[in-house]
Nanobody, 125 residues
Framework: QVQLVESGGGLVQAGGSLRLSCAAS????????MGWFRQAPGKEREFVAA????????YYADSVKGRFTISRDYAKNTVYQEMTSLKPGDTAIYYC??????????????????WGQGTQVTVSS
């Protein structure tokens, strides 16, 4: 089992920045990749970004490319998501997820085995 705990959410004005963290614990040695998803009220949970644990290869949704940056810290078993130029449309609950198995498509929910509880990000206009 892997436990994931997100932090760093909050309220920010449009154009501002936030950094989300996701601390992993438990059997993390078998982690292949970690990702961030988000879910706005009344909408489906959607992919935001992902990073492979060993090689650090990154993937982003088109809607956040150039504004969000995902990174990982081996020593701390933590994944970060730096979010800049935030827009009201970025308002959502952000979830961290971990995948155990190599997947050809890290942008789908089914690629992930473990999920955090989520952290709220609200961007005011």
């Amino acid at each position: 089992q892997v436990q994931l705990v997100e932090s760093g959410g909050g309220l920010v004005q449009a154009g501002g920045s936030l950094r989300l963290s996701c601390a992993a614990s438990g059997r993390t040695a078998s982690t292949y990749a970690m990702g961030w998803f988000r879910q706005a009220p009344g909408k489906e949970r959607e992919f935001v970004a992902a990073i492979t644990w060993s090689r650090g290869r990154t993937y982003y949704a088109d809607s956040v490319k150039g504004r969000f940056t995902i990174s990982r810290d081996y020593a701390k078993n933590t994944v970060y998501q730096e979010m800049t130029s935030l827009k009201p449309g970025d308002t959502a609950i952000y979830y961290c997820a971990a995948a155990r198995v190599n997947s050809a498509n890290l942008s789908i929910r089914d690629a992930y085995d473990y999920w955090g509880q989520g952290t709220q990000v609200t961007v005011s206009s």
